[in-house]
């Protein structure tokens, strides 16, 4: 079974982040939610805060303005402002 999940964050300036990852915290439209590998496919709008991603059990902020994540066969795409 995968552990891990394709990510990458981009800004309006380029890409901020493009790895794996254990898991992502996003703060969605409709709340903060979670996303662990083979998560049901979703597309969601993200509100100001943070994205917190663990990477080889360590975890990662980035402060966010607002933007949107898709979430299809274990790849996530962020694109944000920051």
């Known amino acids: 079974m995968?552990?891990?999940?394709?990510?990458?964050?981009?800004?309006?300036e380029g890409i901020v982040f493009e790895g794996k990852v254990e898991s992502a915290k996003f703060p969605g439209a409709s709340g903060a939610f979670t996303v662990l590998p083979r998560h049901a496919a979703l597309i969601s709008a993200l509100t100001a805060g943070k994205i917190t991603y663990t990477q080889e059990g360590k975890p990662t902020e980035v402060i966010i303005r607002g933007g949107f994540v898709e979430i299809k066969k274990d790849r996530l795409s962020v694109c944000v402002e920051v």
Do not use: L, Q
């Open 2 to 12: 995968n552990k891990t999940m394709d990510m990458t964050i981009a800004t309006p």
